[in-house]
């Protein structure tokens, strides 16, 4: 419902900002397109969660009857630095920090016959470094483009709980790697304002790297892969 929601949004805003910019006429910003280097920012909306695998058969496990995932809202800052490779192509670096929770759910049945969720929140934030080519359309309407975007992202969680240790007596804490290696692919729109170019965007995040700390606790074995699944709207002016 959130993801929903957050798309429904953002087409929203593409219609406002559409009806404001894309102007019938004089194009703005004649000479944009034809210099080799862009600079910018980038705030983002973003939507943390995680691709889960988990054993087959939790049987072995008297009292776990299910694992799942619940993503959580987080935002995002980057610096745009965008060079251009020729008429319809670019090569976009964006560094920047993401702040983000996600949980994993353990659903425990005691003896009693009694379920209890229990979660393991992950708290994270992030260093990402993107790398993406851009391959935008001739310009529409005078002051808009659509464009996709593809790429890599290396990402390194300042906050990891790998080295962390539990209180004693206290909660089993879920462990993860700070390293992930990142696919990307999204959409956007640019619209041409009087003065600068301002982009919304869409884009998915997919990790390839299981991010699980294995540990001998039941929260760690019963998992079998732990990949890292983000959605991200942002909104970029250059």
Known sequence: MKVKRTIGILILMLGLASSSYAQFGVPNLLKYDKKPFHFGFQFGYDMFNYNISSKPDLAEYDSLMMINTRGMSGFSLGIVTDVRLGKYFDLRFIPG?????RYVNYTIR????????TAKN?????????ILIKYKS????????????????YSFDMISAKKKKAPEGGEVVLKLNPHDVQAQVGVGFDFYCTYFKFSTELKMSFGFLNMLVPEDNMFATSVTSLKSKNLQISFIFE
């Open 97 to 101: 920090l993401s702040f983000g929770d």
């Open 110 to 117: 005691y003896a009693s016959g009694t379920e209890i969720v």
């Open 122 to 130: 992950v708290e994270s934030v992030y260093l990402d470094l993107p």
């Open 138 to 153: 001739s310009r529409m309407l005078n002051n808009v483009r659509a464009y996709v975007v593809a790429g890599g992202q």
